[in-house]
């Protein structure tokens, strides 16, 4: 029996081009058998069935925005794709919750509910194009988790089709449940290695009145370190806090939206967000704890300046990129007291490499994206910044953190699991795998 013969003709698609790659950057390709773009939650469990029969791998792809080569099918075999399983099943505004497929982008849930006064907080991004199966896949992050939490914090129930091809719902529009080992929070995360996500139950939050960014500039990472400090000290929460080193600014600042002042060269990006009264309250105390040692404080209100400074904010990344038209960023994190060694270090790291390094990201959870830059037309410098990527993971592992903070393992960090967890705990998440996966054919090569 061929895959033909158990999913409809127009669920097949030639096995080339978008499918077989994602943004990782490495240059890396994939082959595949097949692709299919099932419609229905059975067809993706007809689809797990075959290839499980026919000892067939099987790779989840998204939006394909990942960015450690999860969605690549390294072993060959059948690509599924989740493009046309984009139906909104139920949207109840007034109970804070939404019902969507896997494939529905990250952008459409945040517009739907914000439609009606409500926020999704999850913010990675690529969110035109990332889906809500792949977020919840890579438990997807973003600057207001500092605030609001990972994807995971958002998903009370799942729908997943596991192997060799069953249907399983776990939580569902329900706020809690400690019924059961949490299946729903390991399938979170797994990155398509444990079972295929097919829908979801999404809580939704009122969205904020007002939000508020204080953003500090200063003259070094020294200082800017010690305000995010005197941030986490001073007892408010802010929904977010970013930083951006000197070597950031210097390729993104000219399009800063308020002037970047002279001797600004460490950017502490915060925000406050509530109830009108509560979010000045919380703006005002932001301000106080990043003045002391600013060159200055930016503290926009007009809507139209909050947008411009989040879509500058948004095209760092962009502006980074076009510096020698290649950049490994990876997303190590930390635990809080150890984030001046990562700014210091990485620029350490480029040094030893002999290639351009900088930091930016999440600081607020010790989540940074060191970043190496390389031209493309030049392969020794590209190996060297795969290789300063190597020495990143190092330091975060010494430092008692993480190799890897949203982007998920992936294929890009195979063989970090084992140094990260130690013998005892990667033999345990083997088992995991195996409990689930007995075959090893979901997403092989990949979260090991
Ligand atoms: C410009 C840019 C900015 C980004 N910013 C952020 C950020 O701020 N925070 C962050 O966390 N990430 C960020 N990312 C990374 C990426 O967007 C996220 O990891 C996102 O969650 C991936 O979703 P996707 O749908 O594109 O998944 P894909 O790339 O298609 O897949 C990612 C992984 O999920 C698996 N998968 C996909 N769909 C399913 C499914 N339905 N069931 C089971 N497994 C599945 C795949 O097998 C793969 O292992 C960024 C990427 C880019 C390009």
Request: proline share 6%; aromatic share 6%; with cysteine.
């Amino acid at each position: 029996m061929d895959l033909a013969s158990v999913v409809p003709p127009e669920a097949l698609v030639e096995p080339q081009g978008r499918y077989l790659a994602d943004l990782m950057g490495r240059g890396v390709q994939g082959s595949a058998d097949a692709v299919v773009l099932p419609s229905s939650v059975d067809e993706v469990a007809a689809v797990m069935r075959w290839c499980y029969e026919n000892d067939v791998p099987l790779t989840a792809r998204g939006g394909g925005t990942g960015l450690a080569g999860g969605a690549i099918p390294v072993e060959g075999g059948v690509v599924i794709g989740f493009e046309r399983l984009n139906r909104i099943r139920q949207f109840d505004p007034l109970l804070w919750r939404m019902h969507v497929e896997a494939g529905v982008t990250t952008a459409d849930v945040q517009r739907l509910a914000r439609e009606s006064g409500l926020r999704f907080p999850p913010d990675p991004g690529a969110a035109e194009i990332s889906q809500i199966g792949g977020n919840i896949a890579c438990n997807a992050g973003g600057p207001h988790a500092f605030k609001y939490g990972v994807t995971g914090h958002w998903v009370t129930g799942l729908e997943a089709v596991v192997p060799p091809g069953e249907v399983v719902h776990v939580g569902g529009p329900i706020r809690k449940d400690v019924a059961g080992y949490d299946v729903r929070s390991l399938l979170v995360g797994s990155e398509g290695t444990l079972g295929l996500v097919t829908a979801a139950w999404l809580r939704l939050v009122p969205a904020p009145e007002l939000e508020l960014p204080v953003v500090g500039l200063y003259r070094d990472a020294e200082a800017g370190i010690g305000a995010i400090e005197r941030v986490l000290g001073s007892g408010v929460v802010p929904a977010t806090i970013e930083y951006l080193d000197a070597v950031t600014l210097s390729f993104s600042g000219e399009a800063y939206p308020f002037g970047l002042p002279d001797g600004a060269s460490f950017m502490v990006m915060t925000e406050a967000d509530g109830a009108a009264a509560e979010a000045r309250r919380v703006a005002g105390e932001l301000r106080d704890a990043l003045e002391e040692d600013a060159v200055a404080v930016h503290a926009p209100e007009d809507p139209a300046d909050v947008a411009d400074l989040w879509r500058w904010r948004g095209g760092a990344a962009f502006a980074i990129l076009a510096q020698r038209g290649g950049a490994f960023s990876e997303d190590i994190a930390v635990p809080l007291d150890r984030l001046r060694e990562v700014a210091r270090e990485t620029l350490a790291i480029g040094e030893r490499h002999d290639i351009p390094a900088l930091s930016f990201g999440h600081a607020g959870d010790g989540n940074i994206h060191s970043t190496f830059l390389f031209s493309p037309d030049d392969p020794d410098e590209e190996r060297r910044a795969d290789a300063a990527c190597h020495d990143l993971f190092e330091l975060a592992i010494r430092l008692g953190g993480t190799v890897t903070g949203e982007h998920g393992i992936g294929w890009l960090k195979r063989g970090q699991l084992p140094r990260q967890l130690g013998d005892a705990g990667y033999d345990l998440h083997l088992r995991i795998k195996n409990a689930f996966d007995p075959k090893g054919l979901l997403n092989p090569g990949k979260k090991r």
